[in-house]
C-alpha cells in the first residue's frame, strides 16, 4: 500500500562492508552486553563487518574472550586498541567490566537474557530479564548516560519502559535514544509477504507497529492474505522456539534484523537524512499507549520524529484496538519494577 510502502530509505547489504559512507562519516563504538549468547556472537560477527563501527566492546557474565580473539582475526577496520585485546575486539567478562565496556559507547545494544522454550510466553522470561535489563541500564546510566541504547532482551514490550525508568531514576533519561528493537517482526514480514506474493523480497517494505508480543505485533497489511500473514508474523517466534525444540529462540535472524537496525541507527547518528525504522519506544503516536512501536524518523539524536500510522484498514483498526489490554499491561509491570526499591 503506498502509504506503508516507504519503510525505511537505508537497507542492510549482506556485505556492509560494501557501503558507499559519505566523506563526513564519523566511526563510532558499540557495546553488545549479552555478546557470548545465541544472538550475541552472530550479532558480532555483522558488526564486525560495519565500517561506520571503530570499537567494539564485548561483554558478557559468561567468557566471551574466546570470541573476541576469533572475531579479531578478521580483517576488517573494527578494532579495540585500549583494554584487553591488542588487535581486533575487546572481551569484558564480568560485572566489574561492565564500566570499561560502556565508557565511550555511543551506541549500546542488550540482547542480555534468558530465551524462551516451548510453552512458554515471552512475559514467562520477565523475572529473569527485568533484573538483567535493570542491572544493566543502571551501568548505562552511570558510563554511557548519552548513548542510545537497542533493547533486544524479552519480554521488550516490558524491558524497554524498565530502561526507561531506571535511566530517569538517574536523571539521565532522554526518549528518543531507549530503542526496543522491533526489527526481526519487520523482517519477517517483509520475507513471508514476498513468498506469499511472488516478489523479490527486497522491493517489500511492511511496518510492523504496537509491540513485541503475541497480538500486539501488528503487520499493517492490507492484501487478501492479511489475516492468514499476521498470524504468521505474530507467531513466527513461537515457530522459532518449537522448531529448536529446547535449545532456545531466534539467534540468527534476530541477529541479522539487530544488525540491520544498528547500522540505520549508525548512520543516523553520522548524518545521514531520511532514515526510517520501525522501534518500539516512548511515543505520543497511540494515546493509550505510553511506549508504542510505529515508524520514526532517526537521527543524531536518536528518534528525531514520528510518522503517523496512516489509514489503517478495518482489520488493522480491530488489530490495534485487540492488542489494548496485553500492551497496557506490559508497559505497566514493567514501569512498576523498575521503581520498585
Ligand atoms: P542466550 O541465552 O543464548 O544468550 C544470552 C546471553 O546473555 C548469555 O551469553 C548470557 O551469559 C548473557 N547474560 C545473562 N545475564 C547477563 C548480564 N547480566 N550481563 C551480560 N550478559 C548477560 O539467549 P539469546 O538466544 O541470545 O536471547 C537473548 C534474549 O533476546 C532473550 O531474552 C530472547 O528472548 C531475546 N530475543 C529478542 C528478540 C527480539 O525480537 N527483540 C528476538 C530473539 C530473542
Ligand atoms: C522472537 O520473536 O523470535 C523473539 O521475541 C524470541 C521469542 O521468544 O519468540
Not at 143 to 148: K, L, Y
Request: net charge negative.
Amino acid at each position: 500500500r503506498a502509504d506503508n510502502v516507504q519503510l525505511r530509505s537505508v537497507r542492510s547489504s549482506a556485505a556492509p562492508q560494501g557501503r558507499t559512507l559519505g566523506a563526513t562519516v564519523e566511526a563510532k563504538n558499540v557495546a553488545l552486553l549479552g555478546a557470548a549468547g545465541g544472538i550475541g556472537q552472530p550479532l558480532a560477527l555483522l558488526l564486525k563487518l560495519n565500517p561506520q563501527i571503530t570499537e567494539l566492546r564485548l561483554y558478557d557474565i559468561a567468557n566471551v574472550k574466546g570470541v573476541a580473539a576469533d572475531l579479531s582475526h578478521i580483517n576488517t577496520s573494527v578494532k579495540v586498541v585500549t583494554m584487553g585485546w591488542q588487535s581486533g575486539v575487546s572481551g569484558h567478562t564480568g560485572p566489574d567490566e561492565l564500566g570499561a565496556a560502556l565508557t565511550g559507547a555511543d551506541l549500546v545494544i542488550i540482547p542480555a537474557g534468558v530465551p524462551r522454550k516451548p510453552g512458554m510466553t515471552r512475559d514467562d522470561l520477565f523475572n529473569i530479564n527485568a533484573g538483567i535489563v535493570k542491572t544493566l541500564a543502571t551501568g548505562v546510566a552511570q558510563h554511557a548516560p548519552g548513548a542510545i541504547l537497542n533493547i533486544i532482551s524479552n519480554p521488550v514490550n516490558s524491558t524497554v519502559p524498565i530502561a526507561a525508568e531506571t535511566l530517569k531514576a538517574a536523571g539521565v533519561y532522554d526518549k528518543r535514544k531507549v530503542l526496543g528493537v522491533t526489527t526481526l517482526d519487520v523482517v519477517r514480514a517483509e520475507t513471508f509477504v514476498a513468498e506469499a506474493k511472488g516478489l523479490d523480497v527486497v522491493d517489500v517494505q511492511v511496518p510492523v507497529i504496537g509491540g513485541h508480543a503475541g497480538e500486539t505485533i501488528l503487520p499493517l497489511l492490507s492484501q487478501a492474505e492479511a489475516a492468514a500473514l499476521t498470524q504468521r508474523i505474530q507467531n513466527a517466534g513461537t515457530e522459532v522456539v518449537e522448531a529448536k525444540a529446547g535449545a532456545g529462540s531466534a539467534t540468527l535472524s534476530m541477529a541479522y534484523a539487530a544488525a540491520r537496525f544498528a547500522e540505520s541507527v549508525l548512520l543516523a547518528l553520522n548524518g545521514e537524512k531520511d532514515v526510517v525504522e520501525c522501534t518500539f519506544v516512548e511515543s505520543d503516536v497511540h494515546p493509550d499507549f505510553k511506549f508504542f512501536a510505529s515508524k520514526v524518523v532517526l537521527g543524531p539524536n536518536g528518534v528525531e520524529d514520528f510518522l503517523p500510522l496512516g489509514e489503517l484498514s478495518p482489520a488493522e483498526q480491530a488489530g490495534l484496538d485487540g492488542m489494548n489490554e496485553l500492551l497496557t499491561k506490559n508497559i505497566k509491570t514493567g514501569i512498576e519494577f523498575a521503581n520498585k526499591a
